[in-house]
């Protein structure tokens, strides 16, 4: 199972997606290390990463990096070991499905205001788009952290799940974010 495909079970914890898995398929290299991004072990990333500090900068056959895997738990601590040792903000998921997305898209996804204040600190463009989807004419339909925020908005419920996408809004735009998507007239 690709760790692509992760982002799809957000519901599952990480080793429960892993024991679905085909073993059949090959292995991850580094899987131990991806796992610990997603799953926000701190203590076995902080020991793969002694053993072995070119992790820093490695990336999943997938192209994702362990800054994307971060927002899966909410693992500032490990986001923030990252970005301290050099790791690049703007990273972007080289994944045929991936979006062409970084770090700070997968973290507004899930509401995760600390990494992306740690994110925008450390460098991580704002405004810097990403594919929505398909056009009806063909090509990608280009977005930002801004636009992904408002829709997300919009169809929340649950007070506690917006107020946490709220201070994520926030820090966004305390940090200049702007739409790229027109803004749809009011009907």
Known sequence: MMLGMIVAHRSLPIREVVADADPSEPREENSDYFFACSGADFSMFKTLVEKDPSLVHKTT?????????????????IAQFLLDAGADPNIRSTWAQGLRMHPLSWSTFYGRHEIIELL????????????????????????????????????????????????????????????????EQEL
Not at 133 to 145: E, H, M, P, R, S
């Open 61 to 77: 056959t997938s192209g994702e990096h362990c800054l994307h895997l971060c927002a899966l738990e909410g693992a500032t601590d």
């Open 120 to 183: 925008l600190k450390h460098g991580a463009d704002v405004n810097a788009d990403f594919d929505l989807g398909k056009q009806d004419a063909g090509g990608a339909k280009k977005g930002t952290v801004l636009d992904v925020i408002e829709q997300i908005l919009i169809g929340i419920k649950d007070e506690g799940e917006k107020d946490r996408f709220l201070k994520t809004r926030n820090v966004l735009v305390k940090y200049g974010a702007a739409r790229y998507a027109p803004v």
